[in-house]
């Protein structure tokens, strides 16, 4: 395996845009193999790709910048290569992601062409929400999931893909991979069509809409060993390095901008940190780490004894807030 | 055979006979297996046992377990390994598992998918949702309890589905002592009853989930079990080898085609290997040519096989739209409309035959009727038996009639080629899960891919071909309006046919009756008769009386909504009876005819007819040229062909 991604070691992170440029595509060296089950979660999560984009009228893929949506991105390139990708990427953007992330998308999208749509939650910006002042729920409420509705609806998508995993939380394990949404953007976990062998149907009626998960059966560890596999680019945020953080409520929160009002007592500190999961930085936590390289996040990963989620502060909002919210319409 | 101490072996399969070697590859796959059992058998446990011993549990999570199992558990102080995997807010109060939930854990030799399925009588589609993409079961059996009905009733259905490796995990042996006669007694009844069911091996362990013994490691306290522990057996079974034996198959799921100088028919290859050079055919079409390239974002491949997504660009030019498949021209998938298959029916109100639906094969999704039902089966008995209707979770033999050919093959042959769905045409929902067990409609039909087709056949003669349906009571005037459209159409140059009901049951319908049964398939025949001359090119005028909407319908599927016009000959039936050409009338309600259209059985109008014809509008000729204006400018060629007919 050649040296993981030089586009975002540590040293160059704050530079993504020249870093991609680093990245040409290696062409000429074979990369080893697949292992086994790679290959075959692979080929299983490009069939799904491939099932959407011939039977849904107007899909799109959620593309939220993090390790899983590199992932899905990567996978729908192989897809339809040599052809170019048949749908567009939309981002739903709250405003309080990290600058680092929304500097990867553009050059993201820049590089292999994609058709990027953003949009932000108008109401919600004009009524100044903020995970600060207005709470963490809230905040998810109004630009997360009110945004995405949003989106889904001004561009009238009747497919969206996501790249929620199943081993993620307790309830997307009873998720489908073509997961039926009523006109209002209900999940009805009581309500599931079966799905068998891989004959998926993706029949729905006027206003309602699929989620598709093509990721749902790989794993974390999957996910790290895959990018390591075929040198896929991700935020340089996952790597450890030293970043300005404060800690509250016991989550390390990084000081993305100026934008975070700091409480009394607090001041920021320099410490080497990464982010296992990226979203809007003052609702993710790092965790302290010196995983440098993908093959020291994946040696990290193997040791360690907390779930990916445990940064995410919306989860603890209560026992199973993950599935209310997705009876809301949270991805 | 192993003695009944051991891990016991069903089928003479020598490889799981073989002790274990020890120098394995590091990665042996993905192995997808599902637990099934009773209410309380124990599944939930064991599959968090599995998770927490091969460290799948992470700290946050054992603490959200903690919390969890003082709230809701039902071990005391212990850690309720169960509560790991009940994900559902309202499951979890219940204490059951109401859905299929996924589970991932690896070991240093294997990535294994857990399909976790319920016990429940009435959550059989869930249990056959589960086993569809299993390769292996592990059946659940509570050791206080023995083998009960839902053991039996999960192992048929496992069965059902293709799952040709079984674990049976005999577990909660601690509350039976560790007692070896136990677990014999079991094993042997499981051996008495599985026989049948065609499972290639059977590899019983004694275990308790709650304590771990056999699980992960041998338990001291059952000196007398010397075979493998489940996760050494999950961990070198060996179920690949079907998949990649099979003919090569590949439903084509998209056509990749970039710009003018590619195209390239992407999809996941079904079973067998397929390499650069090799001959294959477009299955319904019989069209031949070899594999040029086998592209991947990767590099082009020289062979691929089962499992693979790949795009194959061909030879030479032609067509493979979505929903075609691929396949060597020696071993060809059978090209029916007709065949039978197993239901595991999956909706609230019964399966009655008669009903349509949407099937979806392979990439394939066309409209579909359950003709009948042949029989259901008793689980419990393992016998089939007659049967009315199915009902949520029968299993019935049905008979199935699509209306356009799909490439299948047997599921004991091809579980990918071989497996369907049926789709409610109203609700959208998945209702059943089908598995075809033999073609109907002749052995080895074959289509040849000839090169005159209908477009080159009616561009010769200048016109759009044309199935014009009359339908309507007896004595109604269909065929006097029909004889007069047709006499004017070939004074007008155009080339035609006229069918109608008698001159059929003269020659070709000879056979049949005229119950419902036979009335159908007297109009299934004329339709067949009718598409096969609008192939060649005709305007082709039917005059049956088709009282029943479903056959009409199925006739409109078949030739195609753009080619097809129903013409309601709407007379009243006093008017008929009245006119009575042929005395039948008269004889009907003398009680000479039973079955008598109008008199014995009912009539069922048309909704939607494309024309409706009524007395009132004036005598036959009047009639006869309100069709000719509604049908003329549809026949006109413009030297178009009927395909864009479909657009008007």
């Known amino acids: ?331 | 055979m192993n003695a009944p101490n051991n891990a016991v072996n069903v089928s003479d399969n020598l490889a799981s006979l073989a002790p274990f070697p020890q120098n394995r590859p590091a990665d042996r796959g993905l192995l997808r297996f599902l637990t099934c059992g009773s209410v309380d058998d124990g599944k939930s446990t064991l599959i968090g046992r599995l998770l927490h011993e091969t460290k799948s549990i992470l700290e946050d999570q054992l603490s959200a377990l903690q919390k969890d199992s003082r709230r809701h558990g039902t071990t005391g102080e212990d850690l309720d390994l169960a509560l790991l995997v009940d994900g559902l807010e309202a499951e979890r109060e219940q204490g059951i598992t109401i859905d299929v939930a996924y589970r991932f854990f690896a070991t240093p030799r294997r990535s294994f998918i857990v399909a976790d399925t319920p016990g429940h009588e009435q959550y059989t589609r869930n249990m056959a949702t589960g086993a569809s993409n299993s390769d292996l079961a592990i059946l659940l059996v509570d050791a206080r309890k023995g083998l009960l009905t839902q053991t039996r009733r999960h192992a048929v259905i496992a069965s059902l589905l293709g799952i040709r490796h079984v674990v049976l995990a005999v577990n909660k042996i601690d509350l039976v002592g560790f007692d070896q006669a136990v677990f014999a007694r079991i094993v042997a009844d499981f051996q008495a009853f599985a026989a049948p069911l065609g499972f290639v091996d059977v590899t019983a362990i004694p275990l308790s989930a709650r304590f771990g013994d056999n699980v992960a490691a041998p338990s001291p306290a059952m000196p007398w079990y010397d075979g493998p522990t489940l996760v050494e057996h999950l961990e070198t079974v060996e179920v690949d080898a079907d998949r990649s034996g099979a003919p090569f198959r590949m439903p084509v799921q998209w056509v990749n085609r970039p710009n003018l100088d590619f195209r390239g028919f992407s999809g996941t290859i079904a079973s067998g290997r397929i390499g650069v050079g090799d001959e294959v055919v477009v299955a319904s079409s019989g069209h031949g040519s070899r594999v040029a390239r086998i592209v991947t974002f990767d590099g082009d491949l020289p062979e691929a096989a089962a499992g693979d997504a790949v795009t194959i660009v061909l030879a030479d030019e032609i067509d493979a739209p979505r929903g075609e498949m691929l396949a060597p021209p020696k071993a060809r998938p059978a090209l029916s409309t007709r065949f039978m298959a197993r239901l595991v029916w999956m909706a609230e109100d019964a399966l009655k035959p008669g009903r349509s639906f949407l099937l979806k094969t392979g990439a394939r999704t066309v409209p579909a009727t359950v003709t009948r039902l042949a029989s259901a089966l008793d689980v419990d008995r393992y016998e089939d038996g007659a049967a009315e209707a199915l009902p949520l979770n029968g299993i019935g033999l049905v008979e199935v009639q699509t209306s356009a050919q799909v490439a299948i093959d047997p599921y004991a042959e091809n579980r990918v080629t071989g497996a369907f769905i049926l789709i409610d045409r109203f609700t959208n929902g998945t209702v059943a899960a089908g598995m075809v067990t033999e073609p109907l409609g002749g052995p080895n039909v074959h289509l040849h891919g000839f090169d005159v087709d209908r477009a080159v056949r009616s561009a010769q003669k200048n016109q759009r071909p044309l199935v014009v349906w009359f339908t309507g009571l007896p004595g109604s005037g269909k065929s006097t309006i029909a004889n007069l459209v047709e006499r004017r159409l070939v004074a007008a140059g155009r080339h035609t046919m006229l069918l109608d009901g008698d001159s059929l049951r003269i020659g070709l319908n000879s056979d049949l009756g005229f119950d419902a049964a036979s009335r159908a398939e007297n109009i299934r025949r004329a339709g067949e008769v009718a598409r096969l001359m609008m192939e060649a090119g005709l305007v082709v005028l039917c005059a049956f009386v088709s009282p029943f909407r479903a056959d009409r319908d199925r006739l409109r599927e078949a030739v195609g909504d753009g080619a097809f016009v129903e013409v309601f000959v709407d007379t009243p039936v006093d008017v008929c009876a009245e006119r009575d050409p042929k005395g039948l009338y008269a004889r009907a309600k003398a009680g000479g005819i039973s079955d008598f259209t109008g008199i014995g059985q009912d009539y069922e109008a048309p909704q939607a007819a494309e024309i409706t014809l009524r007395p009132g509008d004036g005598g036959a000729e009047r009639l006869a040229d309100m069709v000719l204006a509604a049908i003329e400018p549809r026949i006109a060629g413009d030297g178009q062909t009927s395909e864009d007919s479909a657009a008007l």
Not at chain 1, 51 to 68: Q, T
Not at chain 1, 148 to 173: N, P, V
Not at chain 1, 184 to 190: N, Q, V
Request: charge should be neutral; hydrophobic fraction near 40%; aromatic fraction near 8%.
């Open chain 1, 1 to 331: 395996m050649s040296a993981p991604l030089q586009a975002v070691s540590p040293g160059v992170a704050q530079g993504v845009a020249p870093a991609l440029e680093g990245l040409a595509p290696s062409g000429a060296a074979p990369r080893p193999a697949l292992s086994p089950h790679l290959a075959r979660l692979e080929a299983e999560s490009i069939y799904i790709i491939r099932e959407v984009a011939a039977e849904f009228g107007n899909p799109v893929m959620l593309y939220s910048i993090g390790k899983d949506s590199a992932v899905m991105l990567h996978l729908a390139r192989k897809a339809f290569f040599p052809g170019p990708l048949p749908f567009p990427l939309l981002h739903v953007d709250t405003r309080w992601k990290f600058r680092e992330m929304i500097t990867f998308r553009d050059a993201i999208a820049a590089r292999y062409g994609l058709e990027l749509l953003t949009h932000v939650n108008p109401e919600g910006a004009a009524r100044g929400i903020d995970p600060f002042t207005s709470g963490s729920a809230l905040h998810t409420q109004v630009m997360k999931t009110e945004g995405l509705k949003q989106a889904l609806e001004k561009w009238k998508f009747d497919g969206a893909f996501g790249g929620a995993r199943r081993d993620e939380e307790k309830s997307r394990a009873k998720e489908r991979i073509f997961s039926h949404r009523t006109a209002a953007h209900a999940w009805e976990p009581r309500n599931q069509r079966p799905e068998l062998w891989s004959l998926f149907n993706t029949r729905i009626a006027r206003g309602e809409s699929m989620r598709v998960f093509p990721l749902s059966n790989w794993t974390e560890l999957d996910v790290w060993q895959y990018i390591l596999a075929e040198d896929i680019p991700v935020v340089p945020l996952y790597f450890a390095r030293e970043r300005p953080v404060v800690e509250r409520d016991g989550a390390l929160i990084m000081v993305d901008d100026g934008r975070m009002p700091l409480l009394p007592g607090e001041t920021p500190q320099m410490r080497l940190v990464r982010f296992r999961t990226l979203g809007c930085y003052p609702l993710t936590g790092a965790v302290e780490s010196s995983a440098t390289s993908l093959q020291d996040i994946i040696a990290e990963l193997m040791a360690s004894r907390a779930s990916e989620r445990q940064g995410r502060v919306i989860d603890h909002d209560d026992q199973a807030s993950m599935e209310r919210k997705k009876r809301e319409g949270y991805f």
